[in-house]
Structure formats: structure tokens, C-alpha cells
């Protein structure tokens, strides 16, 4: 595990705070399908599911994280020339603010991995308004500040990636396959 890795654990177990962990995924990648899947293991008492983890432990789940929004979204704005050079710069001070003055680490990345093609394809079959005008490739510009990120050596924490080209019943299989490490494993508050 990296130092980061290290470093999160430790501050995970002095301050009791939840396991912390991201969706993350292009549009159209099934974020907010991967975490309605979860909600069986909101209440176990109440819905008999059997929790994959430590009984006592406190999982907080986030479709797209602060880290996703400055290492994808914002460099691909300023690759874009979306943002000009001082916005970029406040941008850059405001996360490191952030990141210094706040606890925003993650424990584990859920990365539903897409092809571009795929996900322009899912969000014209769902025919949200919205989405009816992005062009594939700005999906390709996202896919790839996607990847950049998600492989960088700096990423802080564990990934998990999972083919989410596939249909939906194969990227439910993998979810109860890794829902033990998604939901904290062997971790305690």
C-alpha cells in the first residue's frame, strides 16, 4: 500500500470516521445505479440482508468525490480553455485549502470503467434532456481525464475497477462479488 494509503488508515483509525468510498465513472457509466444497489445494506436489521462487514462500521458512499472533480473535471476544463489561467489558479488553492484543512480522503475508488461510444449510446436510450446535446467527444476528453487520474501513482487510495461496458446483470454480479471491500471489509470505526 502507498504511503497516502498508509496515512489514510491512520487517520481513519484515530478519528473513528467512516469508511469512505467514491463512485466514480464517466457519464452514463452507472454511478447512480452502482449506489441504489447499496441500499440493501442500509437498515440490515430492517431488510435481513447480511452485511459483508464489520457489524460496528460506518461506510459513507459518494457518486463522484471532491478528488474527481479537481484532477478530472477541472483539467479538463483548462485543457478546454474553458477556464482561464487565474480561474484555473483559484480553483488549484481552493482544493489544496480543501485537502489541507479538511478530511476529504477516500478509502477505496469504485471505478465503473467505460468506453466512451458506450455511455454516449446509454445516455441517448435515456433520453434525458440534459444529456441529448453532449457530443461523444467530450465523453472521450472526461474518459481520458478519467484515466490520467485513476492510474496516477498520487491517486491516495485503493481502486477498484469494473467493466461497466458490460450489461447490467454482469456489473451486478461483480458489486456482490466486491461488495465485502466496497462496504469496508475487515475495517472498524
Known sequence: MSKAGNLTNTVRAVSKRPFRVSIEGNIGSGKSTCIKYFDKFRNV??????????????????????????HC?????????????PEYQVLLKWFDY?????????????????????????MMKRGRSEESEVPLEYLQ???????????????????LTIDADRDL?????????????????NHTN
Not at 49 to 65: C, D, L, N, W
Request: charged fraction near 30%; hydrophobic fraction near 30%; proline fraction near 4%.
Open 169 to 185: 446483470d454482469c456489473v451486478k454480479e461483480d458489486l456482490e462479488r466486491y461488495a465485502y471491500k466496497i462496504l469496508g471489509g
Open 45 to 70: 436489521e430492517k431488510h435481513g440482508a447480511s452485511q459483508p462487514s464489520h457489524p460496528g462500521i460506518t461506510v459513507k458512499m459518494f457518486e463522484r468525490s471532491v478528488q474527481n472533480s479537481r
Open 141 to 159: 476528453q472526461v474518459h481520458d481525464s478519467y484515466e490520467k487520474w485513476i492510474n496516477s501513482p498520487d491517486i491516495g487510495c485503493e481502486v
Open 73 to 85: 473535471f477541472v483539467e479538463n476544463a483548462k485543457k478546454q480553455n474553458f477556464l482561464q489561467e
Open 98 to 122: 480543501t485537502e489541507k484543512s479538511l478530511d476529504i480522503s477516500l478509502d477505496l475508488i469504485v471505478y465503473l470503467k467505460t468506453t466512451p461510444q458506450i455511455v454516449w449510446d446509454r
